[in-house]
């Protein structure tokens, strides 16, 4: 089993539209979490971060993390074509020193205008 | 705003020559990384590095990459005799662990790399 799951997609949705990304991740020992965004042949772009069971939210991004269920989740709203991408989740265990990402193999998502 | 800036950003070289990737992570960072990522595949671990030494690295790490802090500014990443698989896009990372909360990694534009 692999330690994290993504379905790679692709995904499309009209502008406007509410878009939920998710993953799946095997290790009870990832403590954090982390979505990052990344345009093509560019590097990660880091967009929320969390460590704890519950909602954040920040603008029209939602991370949503069940560790009962080592299900994440994250929710866009009012999709725009500039959120086209492909969206990666990460996450670690938090040792001093040692923060080695694991990542999901990315999910594609195009914004239809 | 702060960034992880990579040179080159694109290099092309024969299978067997010795490349070296060059990074410039955020000032104030204590951790860096080196990831890597093959066209069409998820992001994977190579190595992190903290206080001059590495701290961890993947399998994949092996005898022909090393890393160094020459300075106190530039991180690279050696492999010494390029093969064919070596293709990819690779990603230089830093991070602040001093904080307790907000521990985040940011990543570079990336080095993509095309063995030949």
């Known amino acids: 089993q692999k330690e994290v799951e993504q379905d790679p997609g692709p995904l499309s949705v009209p502008e406007g539209a509410i878009v939920s990304l998710n993953c799946t991740y095997s290790?009870?020992?990832?403590?954090?979490f982390m979505w990052y965004r990344q345009y093509s042949r560019k590097g990660p772009e880091l967009l929320m971060y969390?460590?704890?069971?519950g909602n954040k939210e920040d603008g029209r991004f939602t991370a949503q993390v069940d560790k009962s269920s080592k299900y994440i989740s994250l929710f866009i709203r009012d999709s725009q074509p500039s959120d086209s991408a492909t969206y990666l989740c990460?996450?670690?265990?938090?040792?001093?020193?040692?923060?080695?990402?694991?990542f999901g193999t990315g999910t594609r998502l195009t914004i239809i205008p | 705003e702060p960034e992880v800036t990579q040179t080159p950003s694109h290099q092309v070289t024969q299978m067997g020559q010795e490349v070296i990737l060059r990074c410039v992570p955020i000032s104030n960072h204590l951790y860096f990384y080196w990831y890597r990522q093959i066209l069409g595949q998820k992001v994977e671990f190579l190595v992190s590095?903290?206080?001059?030494?590495?701290?961890?690295k993947s399998e994949i790490f092996d005898d022909q990459f090393s890393v160094e802090r020459p300075d106190g500014s530039n991180f690279t990443l050696k492999i010494r005799s390029t093969k064919l698989e070596d293709s990819a896009m690779y990603f230089c990372?830093?991070?602040?662990?001093?904080?307790?909360?907000?521990?985040?990694?940011?990543f570079g534009e990336g080095s993509w790399l095309t063995v030949v």
């Open positions: 990372a830093s991070s602040d662990f001093r904080r307790y909360s907000g521990n985040t990694i940011y």
């Open positions: 290790n009870s020992a990832f403590q954090y």
């Open positions: 990460a996450m670690h265990i938090r040792l001093f020193g040692n923060e080695k990402l694991t």
């Open positions: 969390t460590y704890s069971s």
């Open positions: 590095f903290y206080n001059n030494e590495i701290s961890e």
